[in-house]
């Protein structure tokens, strides 16, 4: 069973900085493509940033120049830092698996617990 578990998220000022983490087990990682989503409080789960197997960064036009997706596939790691993050950041991130030629469609129904992130002064 593919198993997804997020982490770094914590209460931070507006403009500061925070890295998530993900990493999965039960796939061989290497050529799968990685996404990352966001819900927002009372919103639905909305894809947010995706990376293919060989590091092809893409990106919601909500999120892009601030947020940065990245991988490594030694560990089996995504990333996603997020910068100058503001009020409306604040959500809860979640990582899956996505289809290759449907990146912001994900592949595992069995989603991890997902990284809060709080975004407040």
């Known amino acids: 069973q593919v198993q997804l578990v997020e982490s770094g998220g914590g209460l931070v000022q507006p403009g500061e900085s925070l890295r998530l983490s993900c990493t999965t087990s039960?796939?061989?990682?290497?050529?799968?493509?990685m996404g990352w989503y966001q819900q927002a409080p009372g919103k639905e789960r909305e894809w947010i940033a995706a990376?293919?197997?060989?590091?092809?960064?893409y990106y919601s036009d909500s999120v892009k120049g601030r947020f940065t997706i990245s991988r490594d596939n030694a560990k089996k790691m995504v990333y996603l830092d997020l910068n100058s993050l503001q009020p409306e950041d604040t959500a809860v991130y979640y990582c899956?698996?996505?289809?290759?030629?449907?990146?912001?469609?994900?592949?595992?129904?069995?989603w991890g617990q997902g990284a809060q992130v709080t975004v407040s002064s």
């Open positions: 990376i293919t197997g060989a590091g092809n960064p």
């Open positions: 039960g796939r061989f990682f290497s050529s799968d493509t």
């Open positions: 899956n698996v996505v289809m290759a030629n449907s990146r912001s469609r994900p592949l595992i129904d069995n």
